[in-house]
């Protein structure tokens, strides 16, 4: 999987399970320590520490949480343009995040998906989708 859309997916994996009374106490950890680590990579890449951009990484993570079908692709823009390239730390975190989230997917591999010049891709469950080229 593309390491932005990886991150951002369990974001919105994270932050809904995280809000469950049965989550486990490991998913709401490994949950905040991403969204901490991506508000932190945000910021410090893209101007070695502007707290405007921490607050505005904030909000948008925050609607991310609210609403993820609407804000879940310009999050993920917004993303690959402050951190073109995510460190193994980030990537690392969110498959941790996962890997809790899902066990059995995580082993099969479900997670582990490179797409390379693709054109109309989707990855995942239950997904509906129109392409206009």
Request: proline content about 4%; hydrophobic content about 35%; overall charge negative.
């Amino acid at each position: 999987m593309e390491p932005i859309s990886m991150i951002v997916g369990a974001l919105v994996a994270g932050s809904s399970a995280a809000l469950k009374d049965t989550a486990s106490q490991a998913v709401k950890d490994a949950y905040s320590g991403l969204r901490t680590l991506v508000i932190h990579h945000w910021n410090n890449q893209v101007s070695g520490n502007d707290s405007k951009l921490e607050q505005e990484a904030n909000i948008l993570i925050s609607n991310l949480e609210d609403d993820p079908e609407t804000f879940q692709v310009p999050v993920e823009k917004k993303l690959s343009e402050s951190i073109p390239e995510p460190s193994a730390e980030l990537v690392d975190k969110a498959q941790a995040l996962y890997e809790l989230l899902d066990k059995n997917g995580f082993d099969t591999g479900k997670y582990n998906v490179t797409v390379q010049g693709g054109k109309g891709v989707q990855i995942g469950d239950n997904n509906t989708q129109i392409n206009k080229f």
